[in-house]
């Protein structure tokens, strides 16, 4: 049987690093980039009788989570311990949350700017697509990381005891397109409410992706194979389509699948046996005796008041009170400095979408085209409003404009003083402007004849010819309408 003749389910566990200055259970930094081995101390070592302390924003931060998310935060909830040995998880066992987690519930927003074009109608004013639901979140602390040689390993403890939130989705999604959008979006809440960087190149999120396929909707769900700490959205949506090719493969050539965890080679694109899948009780799991259950009610209520305005609400909002396309409003909510930005220079101007153009056709091009993020973008919020009331004041042509933004851009000089500089002015005076008007209209008896006859879009032409004529100095709004005037 084809692939269209299967149906796949799939479901993320999305491994998040929190935006904490210290580890889940001690007090060691959580930097990155430092020498291996110097953010480390007993506790996240594991050596006999050091006691771990509860990193309590780490907590406030997944309730936080949970809370932007739509979900519940139970009364309370308990840490435990799960025990496998990994080379670098240096106590063999890693504290978790099994059974009473701290958040249940939720669901996650698609925004429609992650899909691919041909899927992206039927989104409302916030641009979101659909959702999907989450079983959980619950908080441990992330193991070391191990660098594998030619024939020896290391194994840097820098990053073990990394508070590591797990977000988990209910097996609701159905292509490599949708949980690659999951993953997007969910990164953009994640950076929103600052509770992470997420990024991905350096590990701050990584997921593993779990698969199963069976032929009717009718049937259970079929054997559920992991693909385990996939680190980029791209290598997820290969993953799953190679996976899903690979199961449904199988199952016509008569072999049964069972539940397995496999390794995902990007560089390959395939993957590879590892071993048999876990099961809860292969991880023994017990309360962990040197932490005592929590109430979280003492910081619901603080938690509550750190809500922050999210990106599909300030997309809406965005194209209700400025008048944005959801195409624009999309682009200038992707990320949080970008959004305030654009508010900032839109303030207290009457041309709110003009200043996206310029943000969006100018500002970010240029930054693209440098490869330059936006945290180093040269023109101020005020500088780009000080330049769009020039032009749309008519001080300036739009020429002229793009000229100044270029010097702003390299320069960061205000747009005033190079107008001045370069002797920029824009034409609006009748008697400067109507001798230019009849000298073009004699010289182009052949265009006015066109535009008598009906061919009204002919005037751009003469518009044109006009602005050539000042040296780019006229105003064209004044021009045609002072062509509209002498053709009757």
């Not at 993957?271 to 899948?277: A, E």
């Not at 292969?282 to 938690?303: A, G, H, I």
């Not at 056709?361 to 101020?380: C, H, I, K, M, Y």
């Amino acid at each position: 049987m084809p692939v269209a003749d299967y149906i796949p389910t799939i479901g993320l566990e999305i491994h998040v690093h929190l935006k904490t200055r210290s580890k889940m259970f001690c007090a060691c930094a959580t930097s990155y980039g430092d020498d291996p081995n110097t953010r480390t101390c007993p506790t996240c070592l594991g050596l006999p009788g050091a006691l771990p302390v509860l990193n309590e924003e780490a907590i406030k931060m997944t309730i936080l989570t949970g809370q932007l998310l739509g979900a519940v935060t139970p009364e309370f909830c308990k840490w435990d311990r799960k025990n496998y040995f990994y080379a670098d998880m240096p106590k063999n066992y890693q504290i978790s949350q099994y059974d009473q987690p701290l958040v249940v519930g939720g669901r996650i927003p698609l925004y429609d700017q992650y899909f691919p074009k041909h899927q992206r109608g039927g989104a409302g004013a916030d641009g979101v697509l659909a959702t999907v639901p989450l079983t959980r979140i619950h908080l441990e602390e992330d193991a070391g990381k191990s660098t594998h040689f030619g024939t020896s390993s290391g194994l840097d403890y820098n990053r073990a005891g990394t508070p590591l939130m797990e977000i988990v989705t209910d097996p609701a999604i159905s292509t490599a397109d949708e949980a690659a959008a999951l993953l997007a979006s969910l990164r953009q809440i994640l950076v929103y409410a600052g509770v992470s960087d997420a990024d991905m190149e350096r590990g701050q999120m990584r997921c593993d992706v779990n698969v199963s396929v069976r032929k009717s909707a009718a049937e259970p769900l079929g054997a559920k194979i992991e693909l385990k700490n996939i680190n980029s959205v791209a290598a997820v949506r290969r993953a799953i389509v190679f996976e899903i090719e690979r199961q449904c493969g199988e199952l016509d050539r008569g072999l049964a699948q069972r539940q397995e965890t496999r390794r995902w080679d990007d560089e390959r694109g395939e993957s590879t046996d590892m071993r048999g899948k876990e099961d809860a009780h292969d991880y023994r799991y017990f309360p962990d005796p040197d932490l005592q259950p929590v109430c979280t009610t003492q910081w619901l209520n603080e938690v509550r008041s750190r809500l922050p305005e999210l990106p599909h609400a300030l997309r809406a909002r965005f194209g209700h009170d400025y008048g944005l396309t959801p195409y624009d409003a999309g682009v200038l909510t992707s990320e949080p400095a970008l959004a305030a930005y654009f508010e900032e220079a839109a303030a207290g101007s009457s041309k709110a979408k003009s200043v996206a153009n310029w943000i969006i056709n100018e500002l970010l091009g240029r930054l693209n085209e440098g490869q330059t993020d936006f945290s180093a973008n040269p023109v101020s919020a005020a500088a780009l409003r000080e330049l769009v009331d020039l032009v749309e004041g008519g001080g300036i042509s739009g020429a002229q404009a793009k000229e100044v933004f270029s010097e702003m851009f390299a320069t960061g000089g205000a747009p005033a003083a190079i107008v001045q500089a370069r002797g920029f002015s824009q034409v609006s005076d009748t008697g400067a402007l109507d001798g230019f008007v009849q000298q073009v209209l004699a010289a182009n008896p052949d265009l006015v004849a066109r535009i008598q006859a009906g061919e009204a879009k002919v005037v751009n032409v003469l518009v044109g010819q006009v602005m050539k004529a000042s040296g780019g100095k006229a105003n064209p709004k004044r021009v045609s309408e002072l062509l509209a005037q002498a053709l009757g």
